[in-house]
């Protein structure tokens, strides 16, 4: 029996990506809706980022993703 949505392992998301993706109701569910390896690889990429330009450029490329995402269903 495949886990439901409430048993899934939570991911830690930055409170600024978080507030990216709330901004766009679309990308939000759909990110509610990734699986949580697939919300760590963003989350991964976007915490590792050095410069807070690049940051910044992660996390408006994941909501875009994310977003694109939920067009192509």
Do not use: F, G
Not at 15 to 42: F, G, N, V
Request: aromatic share 2%.
């Amino acid at each position: 029996m495949s886990p439901t949505k409430d048993d899934r392992p939570q991911v830690s998301a930055p409170a600024d990506l978080i507030k990216a993706l709330k901004a766009d109701p679309e990308a939000w569910a759909r990110w509610q809706a990734l699986s949580p390896s697939h919300q760590r690889e963003h989350v991964k990429a976007i915490e590792e980022a050095k410069k807070p330009e690049t940051r910044a450029r992660r996390i408006t490329s994941a909501v875009a993703m994310v977003r694109a995402m939920a067009k192509r269903r």
